[in-house]
């Protein structure tokens, strides 16, 4: 069985952190099946290190020519030659796992939707089943989006989303998702226990930054600065330390640069190509001030406290879900950030708050089971 990880990727930690989830459950698809990512997610030897193999492919909003030129010099080598290479060809796909995170939404470009549209209706045509992996969707009000969006659904053989919002969102666009279930973020059982963190010490607390925060112009520069930081300002009182952690390190990277320029503190930035020791970092950490959704996964998976200052419906609905609904950053007159900072340094109130945390881990957790259970049937039922 050859499975294709759409959406998989190595400069985004929390894309790269859900492919290692999906290969952590490898024994549901069998030992005989091939993972496989396309071409424009990483190199060669990330890809290889990743124990991937390489599809013929590039899933790129732009240049479809291009990709479609891979796909046909890689139809003229012989499959023996192609196989010594571990590369293999599109129709050559039995499975497809959509584990995008983000993407089906006016709030990116139409493209998102449209190209894949386009590609699922191609390769479904050679008996491709598509699973659509928990995943935020919506809102659909552009038209583009919307038509091809209907078009993605409609071809999945299964559909997980993360939150109401978005199962609302897919509701109104075609009340007959009978495939469609919720279900959380899958990266739950992944652990970075045994990686040795020398480098770190506990107990610091890290601001995970996110330039879609500003190109999606809900959070104005000038707010989140002082939100900032307030932050910092505050821990230094307590004599905790703050550094930035990077989760992506091209865009977020240089999204640092600029926010450091505008902040009255200097704080360094951690860099940290590995996602589990991320995540492990986050573990031993006071608690996380993340606009990246990975990063308030990681902390509340772990049940280390999180400040949430987020772009889209996903983030507040994955508070709601926790109980932890004030732990969003308003960016009104009437400031919350003081008072949230005050309680997260108050150990009545962490008791409190892990025991949230530990309850909705343990909910998800069933969920998860139930999942994986629910696409394993569906292996079966295709085998």
């Not at 470009?109 to 969707?137: C, F, H, W």
């Not at 009182?237 to 926010?259: A, G, P, Q, S, Y």
């Not at 006071?286 to 419906?313: C, D, E, M």
């Not at 909910?363 to 998860?368: M, S, T, Y």
């Amino acid at each position: 069985m050859i499975i294709e990880l759409k959406g998989a990727g190595y400069v985004n930690k929390g894309a790269e952190l859900m492919l290692k989830a999906v290969l952590a459950k490898k024994e549901i698809f069998g030992n005989k099946s091939k993972f496989i990512v396309n071409m424009f997610s990483g190199s060669f030897s990330m890809r290889r290190s990743s124990g991937v193999g390489h599809l013929a492919w590039l899933h790129t909003w732009n240049y479809l020519f291009v990709a479609q030129f891979i796909n046909m010099f890689f139809l003229l080598i012989p499959k023996k030659i192609r196989r010594l290479f571990d590369i293999y060809l599109t129709r050559e796909i039995d499975y497809v796992l959509d584990i995008s995170g983000f993407i089906y939404s006016d709030q990116f470009d139409p493209k998102a939707s449209s190209r894949s549209a386009l590609y699922y209706e191609k390769i479904v045509e050679n008996g491709t089943k598509i699973i659509l992996m928990p995943q935020a969707v919506g809102p659909f009000e552009n038209e583009q989006v919307k038509k091809s969006v209907l078009k993605i659904f409609k071809l999945a053989s299964l559909i997980f989303v993360r939150d109401k919002i978005s199962f609302s969102y897919l509701n109104d666009l075609n009340n007959n998702i009978d495939n469609v279930f919720l279900c959380p973020d899958f990266t739950l059982f992944l652990k970075g226990n045994n990686l040795k963190l020398n480098m770190y010490a506990d107990y610091k607390v890290y601001i995970i930054p996110n330039e879609k925060i500003f190109s999606s112009k809900k959070i104005d520069f000038k707010n989140y600065i002082a939100s900032l930081n307030q932050i910092i300002s505050f821990c230094n009182n307590k004599r905790v330390e703050v550094f930035f952690l990077i989760h992506e390190t091209k865009k977020d990277l240089e999204l640092i640069k600029k926010i450091s320029l505008s902040l009255e503190y200097n704080i360094d930035h951690i860099i940290e190509k590995n996602p589990l020791k991320i995540k492990k970092i986050i573990k031993q950490s006071k608690f996380v001030v993340s606009s990246r959704y990975h990063g308030l996964i990681n902390a509340l998976y772990q049940n280390v406290p999180v400040i949430a200052t987020g772009w889209s419906h996903k983030y507040h609905q994955l508070l709601i879900e926790y109980d932890i609904e004030t732990h969003m950053i308003k960016y009104s007159e009437d400031d919350n950030i003081n008072k949230l900072l005050e309680n997260l340094f108050d150990e009545d109130y962490i008791n409190i708050l892990k025991n949230k945390m530990v309850i909705e881990n343990n909910r998800r957790e069933e969920i998860l089971n139930w999942m994986w259970n629910k696409i394993e049937s569906e292996l079966e039922f295709n085998s």
